[in-house]
């Protein structure tokens, strides 16, 4: 099976997924897009109002700023592959629960990570990062490059966060700006595996002088 085929295949998983109770609510599950091959994956939180419509993910006004950043580096949504830690969207857009996090990463965001076997991975937000580097904070270290298990992770704010708090906005920008630097200097990773859960402490990870 081609990984295009496995990634379909995952899909139509995602869509007929009954692992947890986020299946009772949603419209439309959202498994994530973009090209088998990617250089960059962003990983979100989960799907809010317009992506339970859509089963499109970011397709909010998170998502327009996440194509308005992805422009000024030269880049296009089309380019890289966009998904989230939970694929439906939690009622009432609560936080997602753990066990939610661990079984939808489990199931379906390892495998989509170990197929694609992106350059970067860039996450959104807290409940991403703490996939990878538990015990940080957002503010200590977003936008550092880090070696975790193999591959390289780039913690970022949620776009959502520039537009409650504009404040964060140019440094999200900042962020993003630093990119095609780190691109060009970091090679691309051997596959490796997650850690085995959100609960795995990502105690490997260390910051790489790139930037």
């Given at each position: 099976?081609?990984?295009?085929?496995?990634?379909?295949q995952?899909e139509?998983?995602v869509?007929?997924?009954?692992?947890?109770e986020?299946?009772?609510?949603?419209?439309?599950?959202?498994?994530?897009?973009?090209?088998?091959?990617?250089?960059?994956?962003?990983?979100?939180?989960?799907?809010?109002?317009?992506?339970?419509?859509?089963?499109?993910?970011?397709?909010?006004?998170?998502?327009?700023?996440?194509?308005?950043?992805l422009?000024?580096?030269?880049?296009?949504?089309?380019?890289v592959?966009i998904?989230?830690v939970?694929?439906?969207r939690?009622p009432?857009?609560?936080?997602?629960?753990?066990?939610?996090?661990?079984?939808?990463?489990?199931?379906?965001?390892?495998?989509?990570i170990?197929?694609?076997?992106?350059?970067?991975?860039?996450?959104?937000?807290?409940?991403?990062m703490?996939?990878?580097?538990?015990?940080?904070?957002?503010?200590?270290?977003?936008?550092?490059?880090?070696?975790?298990?193999?591959?390289?992770?780039?913690?970022?704010?949620?776009?959502?966060?520039?537009?409650?708090?504009?404040?964060?906005?140019?440094?999200?920008?900042?962020?993003?700006?630093?990119?095609?630097d780190?691109?060009?200097?970091?090679?691309?990773?051997?596959?490796?595996?997650?850690?085995?859960?959100p609960?795995?402490?990502?105690?490997?990870?260390?910051?790489?002088?790139?930037?």
């Amino acid at each position: 099976m081609s990984i295009i085929e496995e990634l379909k295949q995952i899909e139509g998983e995602v869509a007929q997924c009954q692992l947890c109770e986020l299946h009772y609510s949603r419209k439309n599950a959202v498994p994530g897009e973009g090209p088998y091959n990617a250089t960059i994956m962003f990983i979100g939180e989960g799907p809010g109002f317009y992506e339970n419509e859509q089963g499109r993910p970011f397709v909010g006004a998170a998502g327009k700023f996440l194509e308005d950043l992805l422009e000024k580096i030269g880049m296009k949504r089309e380019q890289v592959f966009i998904t989230n830690v939970v694929k439906c969207r939690p009622p009432g857009n609560r936080d997602p629960k753990p066990e939610e996090v661990e079984l939808c990463t489990k199931q379906f965001l390892e495998r989509q990570i170990q197929l694609i076997n992106p350059k970067v991975i860039i996450t959104l937000g807290r409940y991403s990062m703490s996939l990878y580097v538990p015990h940080s904070k957002i503010s200590d270290i977003h936008g550092q490059a880090l070696r975790v298990k193999g591959r390289i992770i780039v913690p970022m704010y949620h776009p959502a966060a520039a537009l409650h708090q504009g404040s964060l906005k140019p440094i999200i920008e900042a962020d993003f700006l630093r990119l095609p630097d780190l691109l060009s200097k970091t090679p691309k990773v051997v596959e490796e595996n997650l850690p085995a859960s959100p609960t795995d402490s990502a105690q490997s990870a260390s910051q790489l002088s790139l930037f």
